[in-house]
């Protein structure tokens, strides 16, 4: 078994498809962690009956949230974090302390649109092609390399919110998926005991 943890920001519905997908895998989903009070992600946590850490951003260093982070990462032996939706930029400190696989879901065909609100910006740069990537996490605002991604033709005429939903079926296909294949690498390789 692998043990993985989602760090999510909003409304969580990737966190989601990742907890209901691990639940017939030999893995475990330690806990959710969150930066924001509000976020409905904490909210399915509650009713999926997963653990909650929420972590806040204010009037602190982020050296200091990461290493409160790091912490619940140590205690629950994590081997994996899952980014879904997760709006803060990690430091290169997080990074090497954590020093395992971390891997970031975004709703466009990165290199392009890297950054906050993809969807809208891809949409009203004309692109013809739409999609999604997931990467493995590096320093940098969603550079890190690409390990899978899946395109649509923009239909003409779809609206943002049409556009906005075939996207996210698109995360929630794929992105359990790929955590699972991380998770399965990582216990292939002698993970958690
Ligand atoms: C997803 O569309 C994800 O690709 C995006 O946030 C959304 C979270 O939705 N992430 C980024 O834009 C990262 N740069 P969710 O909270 O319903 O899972």
Redesign the pocket.
């Given at each position: 078994m692998a043990r993985l943890a989602v760090f999510?920001?909003?409304?969580?519905?990737?966190?989601?498809?990742i907890a209901l997908a691990l639940k017939s895998t030999r893995h475990t989903l330690e806990f959710l962690l969150c930066d924001r009070r509000q976020?409905?992600?904490l909210e399915r946590a509650r009713r999926l009956g997963v653990p909650a850490r929420l972590v806040s951003y204010k009037d602190r260093t982020k050296e200091d949230v990461e290493r409160e982070m790091l912490e619940h990462c140590a205690d629950r032996n994590v081997d994996c974090i899952a980014?879904?939706?997760?709006?803060r930029l990690l430091t290169p400190y997080f990074l090497n302390a954590f020093g395992k696989d971390i891997l970031?879901?975004?709703?466009?065909l990165l290199p392009k649109f890297?950054?906050?609100?993809?969807?809208r910006r891809s949409v009203e740069a004309g692109e013809k092609e739409l999609g999604?990537s997931i990467i493995t996490v590096d320093s940098g605002?969603?550079t890190g390399p690409i390990l899978f991604q899946d395109s649509f033709a923009r239909p003409e005429n779809a609206s943002l919110d049409e556009l906005?939903e075939r996207?996210?079926s698109l995360?929630h296909r794929h992105y359990p998926r790929v955590v699972i294949e991380t998770l399965d690498k990582i216990d292939a390789a002698g993970g958690t005991a």
């Open positions: 999510a920001s909003g409304s969580g519905s990737n966190f989601e498809a976020a409905f992600a980014l879904a939706g997760f709006m970031n879901l975004h709703p466009a890297p950054g906050v609100d993809a969807i999604i605002c969603d906005t996207i996210h995360e």
